[in-house]
């Protein structure tokens, strides 16, 4: 981190537990913008999973199965 960067960690820390809150919450947002680039291209990838689909190119899977192979402990 810069020195700017840190002292305004070490600053924000000072600060009461709700007021952290509030503002690590406002800090997330400024990060959470829309990026149409990265929209089109999930639309993209899911219209071409579909049409795979409908046509009998792909099978679907069970959420569970999926589910349980990627969550375990």
């Known amino acids: 981190m810069t020195k700017r960067t840190t002292s305004l960690a070490e600053e924000a820390a000072?600060?009461?537990a709700t007021d952290r809150i509030r503002l690590v919450e406002h800090l997330l947002a400024t990060l959470d913008k829309p990026d149409a680039e990265i929209d089109r291209a999930r639309a993209e990838e899911s219209e071409q999973r579909l049409d795979a689909?409908?046509?009998?190119?792909?099978t679907g899977r069970n959420a569970e199965d999926v589910l349980a192979k990627h969550l375990k402990p």
Do not use: D, Q
Not at 53 to 58: A, M, Q, S
């Open 14 to 16: 000072r600060l009461p």
């Open 53 to 58: 689909y409908l046509c009998g190119e792909t």
